[in-house]
């Protein structure tokens, strides 16, 4: 079994609250990252787990083994209990480990109830800096999560299909989502198509037929279920006009390639969307890297209307990183020089331009770097270990 990064940040949270919360999308390994753990497992998606946890619960608050509680979002009732457990005995941390496939913005009863008792811990799909540099190829392909090719080698996307069509036909409905199935799966593939690009939710509604309110709501819970990430516009003082938008990206690689139905390295490079499914990949791994590792920035892009543009800004302990992404094995002079003209505006210390160079070429605080480099610096940026 692979050890996931996550792993540490947990145990310290548990360590540090009576409860902890392992987060992130369906599949991505949190059942087997949490058995790794020990202690008493309970999936109470299915009724005859609820009937279980019910009847050992007295014995279970009581005792001192750490319960977790898989898709605790299906089986509401569990919040109350938990809270009184905890609060007759505040002291004690580690008893309580939660996992589940939605955020926090949709699990409300987790905000509700056990704000101040509970810590958050984000798992995303496999990183790179899990599978080391010699993946990179297939991760960008077919995606982090476990079971969707990137650890076998396998050139079928119908783990994907049969992933995205399960989410729309029976988890999103059951968690809120009030869109019929064919019209999640309609938007899906329009987002799929739109990846990384500014969103217009009213452009989407009217292919559609619905109210932008509608489709604002709708990208709402695909966030929230993980499969999506806005990356918002950095909004500081400049003497230019900035696009003010939201970008909008498929958090997994894998998912995005499979709504455009590109299953091999050789139809992702030739596909008119290659660069931008590079970039969204690059993104998702910085950041999912980072919070792994205990690491937290506010991640931000910059467009002028005039075309300069920083793909991700991040505030990282107070530093200002400024990170321009390439599909290219390298970068030319007029390249850096863009970058770190843009870069002045906002007062970045750090400027690196990611892309897929055998030899960065880069000092201490801006260059050409490859992907793990730039994971690297980041989190030592953070303090990260």
Not at 22 to 27: E, I, T
Not at 98 to 115: C, F, H, K, Q, T
Not at 252 to 278: M, V
Not at 314 to 320: E, H, P
Request: hydrophobic content about 45%; glycine content about 8%.
């Amino acid at each position: 079994m692979r050890r996931r990064q996550a792993t540490t940040q947990l145990r310290q949270r548990l360590k540090r609250f009576p409860a902890a919360a392992l987060l992130g999308p369906r599949q991505s390994g949190k059942t087997t990252l949490a058995r790794g753990l020990g202690g008493r497992y309970y999936d109470v998606e299915q009724p005859a787990e609820r009937v279980r946890l019910d009847l050992d619960w007295p014995r279970l608050a009581a005792g001192r083994e750490l319960v977790v509680i898989d898709e605790a979002q299906s089986w509401p009732e569990i919040f109350p209990r938990l809270r009184a457990a905890i609060d007759a005995e505040r002291r004690r941390n580690g008893r309580f480990l939660l996992l589940g496939s939605v955020s926090p913005a949709l699990m409300r009863e987790v905000s509700e109830s056990l704000a101040g008792r509970l810590a958050l811990v984000e798992l995303t799909p496999f990183l790179l800096s899990e599978l080391g540099q010699r993946a990179l190829a297939r991760l960008w392909l077919c995606g982090g999560f476990p079971d969707a090719g990137v650890l076998k080698d396998r050139s079928s996307f119908d783990w994907q299909r049969d992933y995205l069509a399960l989410m729309a036909q029976r988890d999103l409905p059951a968690w809120g989502l009030p869109a019929r199935p064919r019209v999640t799966e309609r938007l899906l593939h329009m987002l799929a198509v739109a990846h990384g690009q500014a969103w217009n939710a009213s452009a989407l509604g009217q292919s559609l037929g619905l109210s932008y309110h509608s489709v604002n709501g709708y990208l709402d819970f695909l966030e929230g279920a993980f499969l999506v990430r806005r990356l918002a516009p950095w909004s500081g003082n400049l003497r230019k006009r900035l696009v003010r938008s939201p970008r909008v990206y498929l958090r997994d690689s894998g998912l995005l390639h499979a709504l455009l139905r590109i299953e091999s390295r050789h139809a992702l490079l030739r596909h008119p969307s290659a660069g931008a499914s590079w970039e969204g990949f690059v993104i998702e791994q910085l950041l999912g890297s980072l919070a792994a590792a205990g690491g937290s920035a506010a991640p931000h892009f910059l467009r002028t209307s005039d075309g300069y543009e920083i793909d991700l800004v991040l505030d990282v302990g107070g530093t200002v990183v400024a990170i321009e992404v390439k599909l290219a094995s390298a970068a030319s002079p007029q390249d850096l020089a863009r970058l770190e003209h843009t870069a002045d505006w906002i007062g970045a210390e750090h400027r690196y331009i990611v892309c897929q160079t055998p030899a960065a070429a880069a000092n201490g605080t801006r260059g050409v770097i490859d992907l793990a480099a730039a994971i690297t610096r980041l989190r030592r940026l953070a303090g990260a270990k």
